[in-house]
């Protein structure tokens, strides 16, 4: 026992407090010489004549922390299932659901309907006060004033890109060419007839991009046609998203098989995969920039945002709703806008340092994951609402909170924060408690629980005994990682 007793000692020294001696003396934890000189003695490198030039000092300098917050349809949306979405001008966003389209002001959403339109809303853009979207196989029209007009295409269509604001044009990627709308009138934009398009972008030398199953093709209503393959640099033949990017005049391409840049009048295109350019998944659904030039794409896996040395990944339901994103949009100030079939997500990037990260998740280790003491896992029994959080044993208990125990210790040594100790202390008595319960001396356990929860326990494939006084059911048979993370 006297080794528990000097671990202790070391665990308490970290915190702060008991390792001073009456006679001034201390207890140094590397030498474990007990009669080291009082530290209120030592030089702290800080004193008028010390040098201070070599003092290593960390500067907690604020960084840029994403931050995520889905709509739904308690937000007002018609559906979850959010197949587009658009931002206009005023930064409103625009979302077309599976269940019609709406507006969304401040976080909460409106629906914007139109008498006789069918769900789905498959795509919506607007000029700030006319919408046009996607319904069926036709193109709606709403005014500022609410009035719907219905117009017919030639062939089902796939999605909307903005033209002109004014006149309101839009450009209408359809199973059979791109065609256009303006003034209340639909016409095809020449070379594209039979085209099988899924995207369009207008360049601005007035040329138009277009993504085919089939490679880009860039048209324009005064030259022939033209297509960009797989030969010219494109990861893919099959191209599905296509968007301008004003602040280098690059055209991104979004393809099967990964990204590619193309600057107009450069004969090949650059690709951008996984070997060449970091790219970290290269099944490209959907592509948008920002004003910045930021590029974002959409891929089944989540979403991908480059950086200047690197790709960023957005993936799971601590960011998305879903993985697989549907489309995307980004704001002037780079809040990028997902549309998922299980809700719409908007990602901040919000100024922060180590102490507020850490700070925010002290406050949910406190908490959702105190179980008597040790830092346990826990469950939600309905997905995302934090309310409904359980604890549970867990084999690493001992190990996390070994983890935690080292972090608050530190914590409490150089700030003296009173919650940091107490946090250390707390979690040092819960792994006391592991080595004690098993009445084994020197031998630890995996985790506890009350002893009336031993008998379901013992029904198991683990380990689980029984306590001599039926207090406490104890998992047995440790592993090395956890023995690391108590000698740690």
């Avoid at 201390?26 to 702290?44: I, N, R």
């Avoid at 030039?53 to 922390?65: C, G, H, I």
């Avoid at 658009?86 to 969304?104: H, N, P, Q, V, Y």
């Avoid at 480059?306 to 960011?319: F, K, M, V």
């Amino acid at each position: 026992m006297a080794d528990k007793w000097m671990f202790s000692l070391v665990l308490l020294l970290a915190c702060g407090g008991g390792g001073t001696t009456t006679d001034g003396g201390g207890f140094d934890a590397v030498t474990l010489d007990m009669d080291v000189p009082d530290q209120s003695t030592w030089d702290d490198g800080f004193s008028a004549d010390a040098e201070t030039t070599n003092v290593p000092v960390y500067r907690d300098e604020p960084f840029l922390q994403d931050r995520a917050r889905w709509f739904t349809t308690g937000d007002g949306l018609p559906s979850d299932t959010v197949n587009a979405v658009f931002i206009e001008d005023d930064g409103s966003i625009l979302a077309a659901t599976d269940g019609g389209a709406a507006r969304g002001v401040d976080g909460v959403f409106k629906a914007l309907p139109c008498a006789g339109s069918e769900a789905p809303v498959t795509d919506i853009v607007s000029n700030g006060s006319t919408v046009a979207f996607l319904s069926g196989d036709s193109i709606w029209i709403r005014a500022a004033d609410g009035a719907c007009t219905k117009i017919a295409l030639p062939s089902n269509p796939a999605g909307l890109t903005v033209a002109e604001t004014e006149p309101f044009t839009v450009l209408v990627a359809g199973a059979t060419g791109i065609y256009e709308w303006s003034a209340g009138s639909i016409s095809t934009i020449p070379g594209t007839e039979g085209k099988d398009a899924r995207d369009a972008e207008v360049i601005p030398d007035g040329r138009i991009a277009i993504a085919t199953g089939s490679c880009l093709v860039i048209a324009s209503k005064s030259e022939e046609a033209v297509a960009m393959c797989k030969a010219q640099g494109l990861p893919s033949d099959d191209v599905r998203s296509v968007a301008w990017d004003d602040s280098q005049g690059l055209l991104w391409i979004g393809t099967s098989l990964g990204l590619a840049s193309w600057k107009p009048g450069d004969k090949n295109a650059e690709p951008m995969v996984g070997e060449v350019g970091g790219l970290p998944y290269d099944d490209i659904t959907s592509v948008a920039t920002g004003a910045s030039g930021m590029v974002a794409a959409g891929t089944p896996l989540g979403a991908l945002r480059r950086e200047p040395a690197r790709w960023h990944l957005i993936h799971g339901r601590n960011l998305i709703p879903d993985n697989g994103v549907l489309d995307l949009a980004v704001e002037a100030d780079d809040t990028l806008w997902i549309a998922t079939a299980q809700g719409l997500a908007r990602i901040t990037r919000v100024p922060t340092t180590l102490e507020d990260k850490a700070a925010f998740f002290d406050e949910a280790t406190h908490a959702r994951h105190d179980r008597m003491g040790m830092v346990s896992p826990c469950s939600l029994t309905q997905p995302g609402v934090l309310s409904t959080f359980q604890t549970h044993d867990d084999d690493n208990d001992g190990q996390w909170t070994e983890m935690y125990l080292a972090a608050q210790s530190f914590r409490c040594a150089v700030t003296k924060d009173a919650d940091g100790c107490a946090w250390a202390r707390a979690s040092m008595e819960a792994m006391l408690k592991l080595e004690s319960v098993t009445e084994i001396p020197g031998f630890f356990a995996r985790s506890i629980v009350p002893g009336d929860e031993c008998a379901a326990k013992q029904g198991g494939k683990a380990e689980w005994h029984l306590t001599s006084d039926e207090q406490w059911c104890w998992k047995g048979d440790p592993s090395t990682d956890e023995f690391v993370g108590h000698i740690f």
